[in-house]
């Protein structure tokens, strides 16, 4: 399907002045202000950069995030409008492109609201305030007289002005100032509105959605060869043949790097496996045993850091000590849609269509690799099918901008196959978690110890060495070196420090830099795994200390929003005087803070397990959920329960399988998914709404605390602890050895 040639989609492939301006604009940093400025306003502080007015009142608005199917756009569209008095329909929104926006780094760790959101927030507020101010100048009254809407001001007397009028102090130049008087949150219309989401309707009706329906003039298509195993050399291929066949019109090889281009899509595909075929492939890295792949892990060097050491002034003495340890495997993004880019060199600049989660680090990255400057390559994001984490998406861009400069002038439109995706794009890493804790006699946790061994949860590009093309190339790249992401957000440490009153504890973060298989980000990074750990733990407390697990939680918060949403869920659920659950159920209960700085999110759950298969299946869910001020109540749901079903997928189905030749789980079968047929019932989100409250992100809130909800009601139902992910039917059927 050919994408159609909206104002957006030229703009965002054209050099006109209006992307030269916004360059000027938003690309060059300025010493911000002597207040620290909210948001990504501290970083860039020209209101140029995202919020500009033309002559004939057109506003846009710009922000260096990228819509992924978390809903930003239409979060961002409706807390500029909600500011400038304008309808959503009147707000033109440009996203994460290096010719145009601002670089805001990384689309993670939900931050584009904190971010992007509170940037554009306070600097529509100070826009319109220009605007109001220079109305007031002109018509000669006070601006207590005078009414922004519709794209106009209005005074009391009927006279108005547009805001394209109204243009004339809005200079590029012009920085943003603090305290910029924002509309009282009572007095929304906008903000916390059902507002229909922009991305949605293309995407269920079979419209040019994704990068992978973007349609060049006079595009080519091509393919890659990869080779079977990490490390793996071409050594003999014979591509003459190959090369004569219809439509092929360049085969790329560059060392081990090999690549086809032809006119149409089948005949690139056809090229591929022909060339597949033909080329014999030596030596290559062998992986570690999939049986003792833990101890491995906990066997290599690594760098320990004490992340909390909290001691008690006067000890309570112990009265009963638990210890256990989790297991999580290592997982794979499954992107529904493999991953894709389209790139073309025209007169010296390389452009690349891309659906990466940094186009700033891309182009970085990007450059070095095709030895451009910086300002050379421009990186466009377009919305990828499937995937919220470090994927293939960024490989595929440097496929495509690497098969591009051999044809320069013609865009090249590079697709991934199912079992490439799989079998090389970056994993989340394996992880271990040890926990130990005592009760006192009143069954109150008195001292906690933590530790949690895992590899980076980065290798995101910026660095040439990290797009995986550019290993098998004659002159190869060498990857930047790992590193932990420091606390208070964390890697695999993040959300190791439990949010409970806990008065002696001690966290270890056990860092390690050797990675056995590639690995990356992946959506809630290490939070996934040891949230899943401290809730179940926390139930094995609970039960050890006689307690209601609900009772147990609150009994060791004192948090009031954390409180708010365990309590919500609770009731919501119906947690207190519940029914009894027929044979086979259970129930579980979890909570988390997400990086214990993000929004509040609490899970309770009905599973069912089948006694005879092992299979376990989540019968209805309430999640309760505080992420600050609620501008898309209805986005809230969508990402809590969609992130409720994904952390569901991970908890009882998915691990990566491999063994010491490569990796296995080259498709679906080899790497199961939640199915429709095992989706809950129900899953009822409830939003608490912290009106003027800063924006805390909600992406990432639900995996954790679904992932030990799940365990927990599984114990509930079976009897029994299973602390190795995931609860997959021959784990649950060996551990109730029925």
Same mark, same amino acid.
């Given at each position: 399907?050919?994408?159609?040639?909206?104002?957006?989609?030229?703009?965002?492939?054209?050099?006109?002045?209006?992307?030269?301006?916004?360059?000027?604009?938003?690309?060059?940093?300025?010493?911000?202000?002597?207040?620290?400025?909210?948001?990504?306003?501290?970083?860039?502080?020209?209101?140029?950069?995202?919020?500009?007015?033309?002559?004939?009142?057109?506003?846009?608005?710009?922000?260096?995030?990228?819509?992924?199917?978390?809903?930003?756009?239409?979060?961002?569209?409706?807390?500029?409008?909600?500011?400038?008095?304008?309808?959503?329909?009147?707000?033109?929104?440009?996203?994460?492109?290096?010719?145009?926006?601002?670089?805001?780094?990384?689309?993670?760790?939900?931050?584009?609201?904190?971010?992007?959101?509170?940037?554009?927030?306070?600097?529509?507020?100070?826009?319109?305030?220009?605007?109001?101010?220079?109305?007031?100048?002109?018509?000669?009254?006070?601006?207590?007289?005078?009414?922004?809407?519709?794209?106009?001001?209005?005074?009391?007397?009927?006279?108005?002005?547009?805001?394209?009028?109204?243009?004339?102090?809005?200079?590029?130049?012009?920085?943003?100032?603090?305290?910029?008087?924002?509309?009282?949150?009572?007095?929304?219309?906008?903000?916390?509105?059902?507002?229909?989401?922009?991305?949605?309707?293309? *995407?269920?009706?079979?419209?040019?959605?994704?990068?992978?329906?973007?349609?060049?003039?006079?595009?080519?298509?091509?393919?890659?060869?990869?080779?079977?195993?990490?490390?793996?050399?071409?050594?003999?291929?014979?591509?003459?043949?190959?090369?004569?066949?219809?439509?092929?019109? *360049?085969?790329?090889?560059?060392?081990?790097?090999?690549?086809?281009?032809?006119?149409?899509?089948?005949?690139?595909?056809?090229?591929?496996?022909?060339?597949?075929?033909?080329?014999?492939?030596?030596?290559?890295?062998?992986?570690?045993?999939?049986?003792?792949?833990?101890?491995?892990?906990?066997?290599?060097?690594?760098?320990?850091?004490?992340?909390?050491?909290?001691?008690?002034?006067?000890?309570?003495?112990?009265?009963?000590?638990? *210890?256990?340890?989790?297991?999580?495997?290592?997982?794979?993004?499954?992107?529904?849609?493999?991953?894709?880019?389209?790139?073309?060199?025209?007169?010296?600049?390389?452009?690349?269509?891309?659906?990466?989660?940094?186009?700033?680090?891309?182009?970085?990255?990007?450059?070095?690799?095709?030895?451009?400057?910086?300002?050379?390559?421009?990186?466009?994001?377009?919305?990828?099918?499937?995937?919220?984490?470090?994927?293939?998406?960024?490989?595929?861009?440097?496929?495509?901008?690497?098969?591009?400069?051999?044809?320069?002038?013609?865009?090249?439109?590079?697709?991934?196959?199912?079992?490439?995706?799989?079998?090389?794009?970056?994993?989340?890493?394996?992880?271990?978690?040890?926990?130990?804790?005592?009760?006192?006699?009143?069954?109150?946790?008195?001292?906690?110890?933590?530790?949690?061994?895992?590899?980076?949860?980065?290798?995101?590009?910026?660095?040439?060495?990290?797009?995986?093309?550019?290993?098998?190339?004659?002159?190869?790249?060498?990857?930047?070196?790992?590193?932990?992401?420091?606390?208070?957000?964390?890697?695999?440490?993040?959300?190791?420090?439990?949010?409970?009153?806990?008065?002696?504890?001690?966290?270890?973060?056990?860092?390690?830099?050797?990675?056995?298989?590639?690995?990356?980000?992946?959506?809630?990074?290490?939070?996934?795994?040891?949230?899943?750990?401290?809730?179940?733990?926390?139930?094995?407390?609970?039960?050890?200390?006689?307690?209601?697990?609900?009772?147990?939680?609150?009994?060791?918060?004192?948090?009031?929003?954390?409180?708010?949403?365990?309590?919500?869920?609770?009731?919501?659920?119906?947690?207190?005087?519940?029914?009894?659950?027929?044979?086979?159920?259970?129930?579980?209960?979890?909570?988390?803070?997400?990086?214990?700085?993000?929004?509040?999110?609490?899970?309770?759950?009905?599973?069912?397990?089948?006694?005879?298969?092992?299979?376990?299946?989540?019968?209805?869910?309430?999640?309760?959920?505080?992420?600050?001020?609620?501008?898309?109540?209805?986005?809230?749901?969508?990402?809590?329960?969609?992130?409720?079903?994904?952390?569901?997928?991970?908890?009882?189905?998915?691990?990566?399988?491999?063994?010491?030749?490569?990796?296995?789980?080259?498709?679906?079968?080899?790497?199961?998914?939640?199915?429709?047929?095992?989706?809950?019932?129900?899953?009822?989100?409830?939003?608490?709404?912290?009106?003027?409250?800063?924006?805390?992100?909600?992406?990432?809130?639900?995996?954790?605390?679904?992932?030990?909800?799940?365990?927990?009601?599984?114990?509930?139902?079976?009897?029994?602890?299973?602390?190795?992910?995931?609860?997959?039917?021959?784990?649950?059927?060996?551990?109730?050895?029925?």
């Amino acid at each position: 399907m050919t994408a159609a040639l909206t104002r957006r989609l030229f703009l965002a492939g054209s050099g006109a002045l209006v992307v030269a301006y916004a360059a000027r604009a938003a690309d060059i940093p300025t010493s911000a202000p002597p207040t620290k400025l909210p948001g990504s306003l501290k970083d860039w502080p020209r209101l140029a950069a995202w919020v500009q007015v033309a002559p004939d009142g057109t506003v846009t608005v710009f922000s260096g995030k990228a819509e992924l199917g978390q809903g930003i756009r239409t979060a961002l569209i409706q807390v500029a409008a909600e500011q400038l008095y304008l309808p959503p329909g009147q707000i033109m929104l440009v996203t994460a492109d290096t010719g145009r926006t601002t670089n805001e780094g990384y689309t993670a760790g939900s931050h584009s609201m904190q971010d992007s959101g509170t940037a554009i927030m306070n600097a529509a507020a100070e826009v319109r305030g220009i605007l109001v101010a220079e109305a007031a100048a002109r018509l000669g009254v006070a601006t207590p007289d005078l009414t922004p809407g519709g794209g106009r001001v209005t005074a009391t007397d009927g006279r108005s002005l547009g805001y394209g009028e109204l243009v004339g102090s809005l200079t590029p130049e012009r920085l943003a100032q603090p305290g910029a008087p924002l509309k009282d949150p009572a007095s929304f219309t906008v903000i916390g509105a059902a507002v229909p989401r922009v991305d949605i309707p293309a *995407k269920v009706t079979g419209g040019a959605a994704y990068v992978q329906d973007l349609k060049l003039p006079g595009m080519l298509h091509a393919r890659v060869v990869r080779p079977p195993r990490y490390g793996a050399v071409l050594a003999e291929l014979d591509e003459v043949p190959i090369a004569a066949m219809p439509g092929v019109v *360049k085969i790329l090889r560059d060392g081990s790097y090999l690549g086809v281009i032809a006119e149409g899509e089948w005949q690139a595909i056809q090229a591929m496996r022909a060339l597949s075929t033909a080329a014999r492939w030596s030596g290559g890295k062998t992986l570690p045993d999939p049986a003792t792949i833990f101890d491995t892990i906990q066997a290599l060097p690594m760098q320990d850091s004490v992340i909390l050491d909290r001691v008690a002034d006067q000890p309570t003495a112990a009265t009963r000590t638990l *210890k256990a340890r989790y297991l999580r495997p290592y997982g794979m993004h499954g992107s529904i849609g493999p991953s894709c880019a389209v790139a073309q060199l025209q007169d010296g600049l390389m452009t690349v269509w891309t659906h990466t989660q940094g186009v700033f680090p891309d182009r970085a990255a990007l450059a070095e690799l095709l030895a451009m400057p910086v300002d050379k390559v421009r990186c466009i994001h377009t919305e990828g099918s499937g995937c919220y984490g470090h994927n293939g998406a960024d490989d595929a861009g440097a496929d495509a901008a690497l098969l591009a400069r051999a044809v320069p002038g013609r865009p090249v439109r590079v697709q991934w196959m199912r079992e490439q995706e799989n079998t090389w794009e970056p994993f989340t890493p394996a992880m271990i978690m040890e926990v130990e804790a005592s009760l006192d006699a009143d069954g109150h946790i008195v001292d906690w110890h933590y530790g949690v061994w895992s590899n980076t949860h980065n290798m995101r590009p910026g660095n040439g060495g990290r797009l995986m093309p550019s290993w098998a190339l004659a002159a190869p790249l060498t990857p930047s070196p790992p590193e932990p992401i420091p606390q208070p957000e964390g890697g695999g440490d993040r959300n190791a420090i439990p949010l409970y009153v806990l008065p002696q504890a001690r966290v270890v973060s056990h860092f390690i830099p050797e990675m056995p298989l590639r690995i990356s980000a992946m959506r809630g990074l290490g939070a996934y795994a040891n949230v899943f750990s401290i809730e179940s733990f926390m139930d094995e407390l609970a039960l050890a200390a006689g307690a209601d697990p609900v009772a147990f939680r609150l009994a060791h918060l004192t948090d009031s929003r954390a409180r708010d949403v365990v309590e919500r869920a609770a009731h919501e659920f119906g947690w207190d005087g519940a029914k009894a659950l027929p044979p086979g159920h259970g129930r579980g209960f979890a909570f988390a803070r997400y990086k214990n700085l993000g929004a509040y999110a609490a899970v309770a759950l009905e599973v069912a397990v089948d006694h005879e298969t092992g299979r376990v299946r989540v019968v209805r869910a309430h999640c309760a959920v505080d992420s600050g001020q609620a501008v898309s109540p209805d986005g809230i749901r969508n990402q809590i329960a969609g992130g409720l079903l994904q952390s569901s997928s991970w908890t009882i189905y998915e691990a990566v399988s491999f063994e010491p030749t490569g990796i296995t789980s080259r498709d679906w079968s080899g790497y199961p998914i939640l199915r429709f047929p095992a989706v809950p019932e129900s899953v009822e989100v409830h939003v608490i709404d912290r009106p003027g409250m800063p924006f805390l992100g909600t992406g990432e809130a639900a995996q954790g605390p679904t992932a030990a909800a799940i365990a927990n009601a599984v114990a509930d139902a079976t009897k029994v602890r299973i602390r190795e992910l995931p609860l997959s039917m021959a784990r649950v059927k060996a551990a109730i050895g029925v």
